[in-house]
């Protein structure tokens, strides 16, 4: 039982979303490679190994979608980026969103299409569990639209269009080598510190309906993420998604004055901080949920970090996600 | 200041020289030593014998001998580019700006490293208990360089805003803080960490900095637009003003690359920190390699404008030449571009000064710096650099008179 104390027929489970921690171990082969010293095979071994041990915990965890944990993406766009024909090469680096950390801008200089698309980039399926779900996280079409620097198309609407027509295209290719679950990112659609003044509601709107052209009639399961920011003021909007679930940031969102409303569609609650190295017990996660729970009556809840774990160091990573397995088994025990 | 208009001065770090670094860990090579002496040749170290004596002595403070010198080596340099005011010689001390002073803090602990970008990474360390200073951070340096230096010098700082920014807050966000929200409680336990670092560890350490005999002090605060929102600029105001409160001393604030919304809002704080007599900031970054005194070919100076139309009447200290790759073009009057590096001509230099001066009106508050420290460029770029920014900052003086 949790909330305000009726049953409810809710599911609880845990995922790990984004991009997780390199271990201490692949930091220092990764350095050694850009500076020529060890070669890519090393990186390689090392970076197998280290996905395998967290599918292993995913699988101890009871997770029932797992991923690899994108521990070779560069960044959070890169291998979006780099499968798509348009833009420029560049080493133009910029900030993510209010973070020390930086992601190598898009600049389109020409009509964007998908170009060179390998599934390896975006998920090492060998690795993962055949009996299990696999979800990959991508970049949404509004926020890869926002990150980016567009000389090319006349609008931005345009060129949002375009992104959104793309990311399908990846979705619909991942998805026929098993992806099941895809987390469609959206920290832009909250979040604007390249911004002097915040979105209209009619270019947030657009935002939205260009996740929707990319998740309508794709016979697989969608989440829609928000982070870095208050998801308030366009939770009930992106409700109307058909998805599996809408993410809001626990850090930035004050669930307390989210919409009471009838809902179809499940929360991906971002209770665990992943730019703090405390780690949250799992008492309190279960205590958290339940209470937004008792609020909102979702059909299902994700506990999730609210972003990429790749913040905190690695091992600090695995305890945030054990937390998180941890609470979700509380927590379903309480529902079932 | 110098009794010129538009005095030079340097922002922060230089590379070190690969027998600092190596010399460090383990004996030098002949080869080590001799790039060591064609640098003492051309920076007219003239007793660069006597003083790889004392390094290459396995005495219990090698250590130290290696770093004064590297420090000379840096002072050297600033001097021969033709800098007013050569810092501390490019902050051969220290290790890098956040974990120079996170290893003197206790109560604070290095937890890992965090991934950046690609294969770029940062130390990450955390507050798991109250901070205080465990020994001093600059002093040593400081002096140091009373002793080397031919010129004014200034002691750059890490500002305690961009320390809290870059650490994890384990104990203050478990002391339990004021809020209804999470995001509330996290930025009340934020203001505690930032204010106890304040109190117990910076304020120290520029009492000693003063005691000792330092008369500016630069607080780097590159974490500073990070987060473009109001709260957060009122709480680095307030941290600013306590951090200054009472001390006879100049004191500036260098923020660098802020986002496209940073210095806006940065500006129309500004006019309420005290006693802050110059704002460093980069702009060379985003400005084109045109010349010309115009909006049009100045456009990364138009940030410029915020400060002044804010209200902000002190100096300004404006990033004249680039710091990091280049990876534009440059028509052949504006530069030599060669592999990553821009050296921007003496004439780019000139008008970036003189618009800069145009938009503040009064040439006396216009300090002249590159747009942060040189760290990533080799000493041949850094020389060149600076030298070409020496050159264009009195092509300047001349055509202001």
């Known amino acids: 039982m949790i909330g305000s104390g009726k049953r409810m027929s809710s599911t609880v489970q845990a995922q790990l979303s984004g991009l997780h921690a390199r271990s201490e171990a692949l930091i220092e082969l990764t350095r050694e490679y850009d500076r020529n010293r060890v070669p890519w095979e090393k990186v390689e071994d090392q970076l197998e190994s280290e996905t395998t041990d967290l599918v292993k915990l995913q699988e101890k965890l009871g997770c029932e979608y797992q991923t690899d944990g994108a521990l070779g993406w560069k960044d959070q766009l890169r291998p979006v980026v780099d499968s798509i024909s348009g833009l420029a090469e560049s080493t133009r680096y910029s900030r993510w969103f209010d973070t020390n950390t930086f992601y190598k801008k898009p600049i389109v200089n020409g009509t964007v299409a998908l170009a060179k698309f390998d599934s390896g980039t975006f998920v090492k399926s060998n690795l993962l569990s055949k009996d299990r779900k696999w979800k990959v996280t991508l970049p949404g079409p509004y926020t890869l639209t926002e990150l980016s620097e567009n000389k090319h198309y006349s609008t931005q609407s345009e060129l949002l269009r375009e992104f959104a027509s793309v990311l399908r295209e990846i979705v619909l290719k991942l998805n026929s080598v098993g992806v099941k679950l895809f987390q469609l990112s959206e920290p832009s659609l909250v979040s604007w510190p390249y911004r002097e003044t915040r979105p209209s509601t009619d270019e947030l709107e657009q935002g939205i309906d260009a996740l929707r052209s990319v998740v309508e009639g794709v016979r697989a399961e969608f989440v829609v993420n928000t982070f870095f920011g208050d998801a308030g003021p366009i939770f009930s909007s992106l409700q109307s998604l058909p998805v599996k679930a809408v993410g809001v940031d626990l850090y930035e969102t004050n669930w307390e004055t989210l919409p009471q409303e009838a809902r179809e569609v499940g929360l991906l609650l971002g209770i665990v901080d992943s730019e703090e190295s405390l780690v949250e017990q799992p008492k309190w996660l279960v205590d958290t949920a339940s209470k937004v729970q008792g609020k909102l009556s979702c059909p299902s809840i994700i506990l999730a970090p609210n972003t990429d774990l790749k913040f905190v160091p690695r091992g600090i990573a695995d305890s945030k996600l054990s937390s998180l397995g941890e609470a979700a088994r509380l927590l379903q025990g309480g529902l079932s | ?401």
């Open chain 2, 1 to 401: 200041m110098g009794d010129h208009l538009f005095p030079l001065h340097e922002v922060g770090s230089l590379a070190k020289p690969r027998w600092r670094t190596k010399g460090l860990r383990q004996p030098l090579t002949t080869s080590d030593l001799n790039e060591a002496e064609e640098w003492a040749s051309r920076l007219g170290i003239v007793n660069y014998h006597d003083l790889a004596k004392e390094v290459l002595k396995n005495g219990p403070d090698r250590q130290r001998k290696l770093l004064q010198l590297s420090t000379l080596y840096g002072l050297r340099l600033f001097e021969k580019a033709g800098l007013d005011n050569d810092g501390v010689g490019g902050e051969q001390q220290r290790v890098e700006m956040y974990e120079h002073v996170i290893k003197n803090v206790g109560g604070m602990r290095f937890l890992g490293h965090v991934n950046s970008f690609d294969y770029k990474y940062f130390r990450k360390a955390v507050a798991e208990g109250a901070v205080d200073r465990s020994q001093p951070i600059y002093v040593q340096e400081f002096r140091d360089v009373q002793k080397l230096a031919h010129r004014a010098v200034k002691v750059p700082i890490t500002g305690p805003y961009t320390l809290v920014d870059w650490s994890y807050n384990e104990y203050y966000q478990a002391k339990g803080n004021e809020g209804s929200s999470l995001k509330e409680r996290k930025m009340s336990a934020r203001r505690d960490f930032l204010l106890d670092l304040v109190e117990k560890v910076i304020r120290p350490e520029i009492r000693d900095l003063v005691e000792a005999g330092a008369s500016w002090i630069q607080i780097d605060e590159p974490a500073l637009t990070t987060h473009p929102e109001r709260a957060e600029l009122e709480m680095f105001v307030e941290a600013w003003n306590e951090t200054v409160r009472g001390f006879n001393c100049k004191f500036s604030d260098h923020t660098c690359y802020p986002n496209e919304v940073g210095y806006r809002l940065l500006a129309e704080y500004t006019p309420e920190l005290e006693k802050c007599s110059q704002l460093t900031l980069e702009f060379a970054n985003r400005d084109s390699p045109e010349l010309g005194i115009d909006g049009g070919a100045r456009e990364g100076y138009q940030a410029l404008r915020y400060f002044v139309d804010n209200g902000y009447d002190g100096e300004f200290g404006i990033g004249a030449i680039h710091v990091h790759d280049y990876t534009g073009v440059a028509p052949k009057q504006s530069g030599l571009v060669s592999g990553r590096d821009i050296i921007e001509s003496p004439e780019l230099v000139r008008d970036r000064v003189l618009y800069a001066s145009k938009i503040v009106g009064d040439p006396a508050k216009i300090w002249v710096n590159p747009d942060c420290g040189l760290r990533t460029r080799t000493w041949d770029v850094a020389l060149a650099k600076l030298t070409n920014l020496s050159k264009g900052t009195e092509l300047a003086r001349k055509e202001w008179a």
